[in-house]
């Protein structure tokens, strides 16, 4: 961290490569896509909307016990829950076409890429409260006010 710093400083704020994104996430195991939507999360808008999730990889044979609490998202790898508000299946390259946004959840689902039991109206909600933020910021350089 400190010589991304240092760079910036001498540099300037580096852009962000879309191609290592994508052979960052074709690489990254299912358990750091479920970390990362923990970090994207915002706990604000999750408070109240307790839920849980069964996330099924289709090709992996992995399943992951998702749960929303307290405005906090946990995972288990290799747990279902009992009777989870809503079930999602699908193919870690289907994962990996959505976070690279090369497809969008609705449109996986309609193309039958995706399979949704249960209250789709729970993954739609998880999904809403998501943020997005740039993954180029600013290490050090303050960023200037408007």
Do not use: C
């Not at 400190?2 to 852009?15: C, D, H, I, S, V």
């Not at 809503?86 to 090369?102: E, G, P």
């Amino acid at each position: 961290m400190y010589l991304t710093g240092a760079t910036e400083l001498r540099n300037g704020k580096r852009p962000f490569s879309t191609n290592a994104a994508e052979d960052m996430v074709r690489a990254m195991e299912p358990s750091m896509f479920f970390d990362y939507l923990g970090v994207r999360l915002d706990s604000d808008k999750a408070q109240g909307h307790d839920m849980t999730l069964n996330w099924i990889l289709s090709d992996l044979k992995k399943p992951f016990a998702l749960t929303l609490r307290n405005g906090v998202l946990t995972y288990r790898e290799h747990l279902r829950h009992a009777k989870p508000d809503v079930t999602v299946t699908m193919s870690k390259a289907t994962l990996d076409r959505i976070s690279l946004s090369q497809v969008t959840l609705p449109v996986a689902v309609e193309a039958g890429d995706i399979k949704v039991e249960g209250d789709g109206q729970k993954l739609a909600d998880l999904i809403g409260m998501l943020t997005t933020f740039d993954p180029a910021f600013n290490v050090v350089t303050p960023i200037a006010k408007h």
